[in-house]
């Protein structure tokens, strides 16, 4: 089995005086994805926050590539090669689709050239000089996922990237994910489009009330199919 990459341990996670993460466990190892089910609410996007550092506070532990990261800032936390993907995207609307990829810092070796990322985003290519305001829901997605892989991040974290998308272009993301899959990366995927999610996944993860309630491999799906169901309310 391939070295594990990322470890969440017993972590806490609270919004001022809001306790929203009960002792998440969790693990991921190099070239997985992992993807967290679980109902609006249950504290899955709070996790990729909690990892990056992004919530008013948080307790346990956080290991990344064997670093803690608990006690660390979030630029110095991106900085171990984490790629974080927000569910509001967060792309700079007055810069052009090229300017929003030139701005990331690097934060590890081996980023994607712009050349690359027009190959796998060809939309990408032909908006280059648009600006954020004028792009498509489905362009400012490409987008937002696109200017992670110039960072040279190997981890990334991706929050409801088919969210109220054309299946069109949810059909470009699903390929996505499975070519950085065959690249090496190692993907963490909040996802509410289950038949989005369900190809793409080696484990799954599900989440109720701010804890993990369950977790299983991509090969033990067909057997807990209809408790899942019924869990998520699909």
Partial sequence: MAAELLRVTDLHAFYGESHILHGVDFKVHAGEVVILLGRNGSGRTTTLKAIIGLVGSRSGSVMINGREAIGLPPHRIARLGIGYCPEERGIYASLTAQENLL?????????????????????????????????????????AVARILRTGAKLLLLDEISEG??????????????????????????????????????????????????????????????????????
């Fill in 103 to 143: 701005l990331p810092p690097p934060v590890g070796s081996g980023g994607m050239s712009i050349d690359e990322i027009y190959t796998m985003f060809p939309n990408l290519r032909d908006r280059g000089a648009t600006p954020g305001t004028r792009l498509s829901g489905g362009e400012q997605q490409m987008l």
């Fill in 165 to 234: 998308l054309a299946p069109v272009i949810v059909q470009v993301l699903s390929r996505t994910i499975h070519a950085l899959r065959e690249k090496g990366y190692t993907i963490v995927m909040v996802e509410q489009n289950f038949r989005f999610a369900l190809p793409l996944a080696d484990r799954f993860y599900v989440m109720e009330h701010g804890q993990i309630v369950d977790h299983f491999a991509a090969s033990e799906l067909e057997g807990r199919r209809a408790a899942l169901n019924v869990r998520l309310g699909v």
